[in-house]
């Protein structure tokens, strides 16, 4: 229609109903764009702040996880330190010979230390977020997380040593009764019942003992699992800074 009565009036050269029928136009045509880049900026920052809550109970997850996961290296480190004393000592364990050969299994766990990321790396393909100080916090934190699974890439040698020494039925056994697996958390039982075979279980610390590899790579095991607090627990830290100030982003939206 307003076309029309443009053509109209330059026929007529009416420029005066020219120039403001062509002003009608851009003006319409501005308020559109307006209204179109305003409706995108509102959908953006909807979607931002979903994926941002989003963000933040992957963040927490992963501190759970890697809670656990610390709290595992823990035991086994504490699992190696009394084994390398046993050895150490040069005693027997006559009848006792459980809990030294369940310190000795349980010395041998290992974890990976993965955590999900999905969340971020989708937010930053959307150019999310938008503050800048969410992103540094994340990348600090992530940096510390590829370290830790670099750190803890290669299973010991230790590992594969001692679970050569142990027959598969002492292994099963442990296996059923003094581990236990729940939502990616391992967690290692030191009040297990023991095995019945008192005589197989003495042999079996007899012979990883007896080993002259045993103490030597049990000792470079304890020894790298001993700091896991400062690689895991830096790593939680970085990740609660992330989430506070996703925190106070949020709570600025409100």
Not at 133 to 152: C, G, H, K, Q, R
């Amino acid at each position: 229609m307003i076309i029309r009565r443009i053509a109209e009036s330059i026929k007529a050269q009416d420029w005066f109903v020219v120039s403001v029928e062509v002003m009608v136009v851009v003006v319409g045509i501005f308020i559109g764009l307006q209204v179109d880049d305003w409706n995108k900026e509102r959908l953006f920052h909807q979607s931002e702040t979903e994926l941002l809550n989003e963000l933040k109970r992957e963040l927490e997850g992963s501190i759970l996880l890697t809670e656990g996961r610390l709290n595992s290296y823990v035991q086994a480190a504490e699992a190696g330190s009394r084994s390398l004393n046993f050895i150490s000592s040069g005693t027997s364990c006559d009848t006792e010979c459980w809990p030294v050969l369940l310190d000795f299994m349980h010395a041998s766990q290992w974890q990976g230390t993965q955590v999900r990321k999905s969340t971020y790396e989708s937010m930053r393909t959307l150019g999310m977020p938008s503050n800048r100080a969410i992103v540094d916090a994340v990348e600090a934190y992530l940096v510390i997380t590829n370290s830790n699974v670099e750190f803890y890439a290669v299973l010991p040698y230790y590992r594969s040593l001692v679970r050569r020494l142990i027959p598969l039925e002492i292994q099963r056994y442990y296996w059923e009764n003094c581990y236990s697996a729940v939502n990616g958390l391992e967690y290692y039982k030191l009040d297990c019942l023991k095995f019945d075979d008192d005589d197989l279980t003495s042999q079996i610390v007899e012979n990883i003992v007896g080993n002259i590899e045993t103490q030597p790579h049990l000792t470079e095991w304890t020894s790298a699992i001993f700091p896991t607090h400062g690689g895991l627990g830096d790593q939680n830290i970085a990740a609660q800074l992330a989430i506070s100030l996703i925190d106070e982003e949020l709570d600025h939206r409100q």
